[in-house]
């Protein structure tokens, strides 16, 4: 059953939805972007990618993404989907260490709003389910524009950081890059800074690309978890659609985020505006211009579906690799390898996981820029080869007869190899839901649940 028959217009007032909105329409013009704005509430589906992908599952062992990943939907969900994720969990116990109120960062221009009463640490500081009740607004129009007018703007500081960090200070720029910053303040990959309560930060002190990034890391000996089976320290990448579209001949042509995601259209009285319902499918091939490069729609089709199919196939026997690596390291400890003999081929197992999380977790990286997808993942196929020969021969010298490797075709299956007790974490949250979320939390909290 739809549970939004209405309009999409009237969808905020008829459900109830507590949002401060403050660009209203004020004219055919803005109406128009706001309606189309609200309609991002009518994108109901969702995929759950570790059904999808089991294997994501062993590779993520350890972090809260084993416990549940989905793909992205519309704007208006951007609250209630983070308030029900197992990954946000529950309010702590006593003595348990909190999520921190980062995680309410790129879901809400309340966010900001609260950086400035708080302080940027402050806001971090506090936990998320703290903060829960002070969240009423989805993503909407302050988040990407000046309030009152149509002018944009960054209101993150995190990505006012960054984007001096790689020496493109958003006022310096071109309409183009600012429309494609304004999306790359969370579609980008970040961390949660521990030494500066847990404030979000992008790691581009050294630049953007997968290397650098990797290179930060590495420097400040950084990870976020260890993996259960290999003892691997891992750090997850975060949809960073930015820093692969900023190297793509779509960049280079000034093509932004907003020519294909947010197509110029016509209304019916002639005047042209921005279609705020963000979609990701391929945008109308003269409204955005595309035969300008391309021969037509239906080749422009064929190659980002041969881009998918070639990218996939090149990430699942990676993933495969991946983890018959993490396992062999598994095996090597429990026979009694030590750091110095293992060191080099955990390494590798860390770097090539970090190339395929980076490719792969990126939202659409087959239309971005599939040429650097396919290279990260070669050159993570290239390094986990190399982990596996040194494990490999570390294991005979052990004496290592036989390693186990988990049965992962099923999310089922792999969560219970890896010991995520799925029906308990969910009866905790929905616990928590009944209790907190539901009761003290905004509508925009529930918004279609």
């Known amino acids: 059953m739809n549970p939004f028959p209405h309009s999409a217009a009237t969808l905020p007032i008829l459900l109830g939805l507590s949002l401060s909105f403050s660009v209203v329409a004020a004219d055919k013009t803005s109406s128009l972007q706001y309606q189309t704005w609200a309609q991002t509430a009518e994108e109901l589906q969702r995929e759950d990618m570790l059904e999808k992908n089991p294997a994501s599952v062993i590779l993520w062992a350890g972090s809260a993404y084993a416990k549940e990943y989905h793909s992205p939907r ?24 909190a999520l921190s109120a980062s995680c309410w960062t790129c879901k809400t221009p309340d966010a900001p709003r609260l950086m400035k009463e708080l302080g940027v640490e402050g806001f971090s500081a506090k936990s998320f389910a703290e903060l829960g009740p002070e969240i009423q607004n989805p993503v909407y129009c302050s988040d990407c524009h000046t309030q009152g007018s149509a002018e944009l703007t960054l209101p993150r500081p995190h990505a006012q950081d960054a984007m001096a ?5 958003f006022g310096e720029q071109n309409q183009s890059m600012q429309q494609s910053q304004v999306c790359g303040q969370c579609h980008v990959t970040y961390y949660f800074q521990p030494e500066r309560q847990d404030k979000v930060n992008i790691p581009w002190i050294f630049g953007n690309s997968a290397d650098e990034i ?3 890391y590495d420097a400040r000996q950084f990870f976020e978890w260890v993996h259960p089976v290999s003892r691997t320290p891992l750090v997850k990448a ?16 000034g093509i932004s985020c907003v020519t294909c995601h947010m197509t110029q259209e016509t209304s019916a009285d002639g005047k042209s505006f921005t279609n705020h319902k963000i979609t990701n499918h391929l945008p109308d091939f003269e409204a955005a211009n595309c035969s300008s490069c391309h021969q037509s729609q239906q080749q422009i089709t064929q190659l980002i579906t041969d881009n998918k199919a070639l990218l996939e196939a090149k990430a699942q026997q990676l993933q495969e690799l991946l983890i018959k690596a993490h396992y062999e390291a598994g095996a090597a400890w ?9 060191g080099y081929a955990i390494m590798g197992i860390r770097h090539a996981q970090w190339r395929w999380d980076f490719a792969m977790s990126s939202h659409g990286i ?4 599939a040429k650097e997808g396919e290279a990260l993942l070669d050159k993570g196929l290239e390094q986990i080869r190399t982990a596996r020969e040194i494990l490999s021969k570390l294991n005979a010298d052990l004496g290592v007869i036989r390693v186990d490797y988990p049965d ?3 999310k089922a299956k792999a969560q219970a190899a890896i ?31």
């Open 74 to 97: 519309g704007h208006h969900f951007a609250v209630a989907d983070v308030s029900h994720s197992l990954r946000s969990g529950v309010s702590p116990k006593a003595g348990e260490t």
């Open 165 to 169: 960090k790689v020496h493109k200070p």
């Open 214 to 216: 990797e290179k930060y």
């Open 238 to 253: 975060r949809h960073p659609e930015f820093e692969h579209w900023n190297r793509s001949a779509h960049a280079k042509a």
């Open 334 to 342: 429990k026979a009694g390898a030590q750091w110095q003999q293992i």
């Open 366 to 369: 087959h239309a971005h820029n």
């Open 408 to 410: 992962y075709s099923t």
């Open 419 to 449: 010991g995520v007790e799925q029906e308990k974490l969910t009866e905790e949250k929905q616990a928590f839901i009944e209790t907190e979320v539901k009761k003290h939390w905004s509508k925009a909290a529930n918004f279609g649940y």
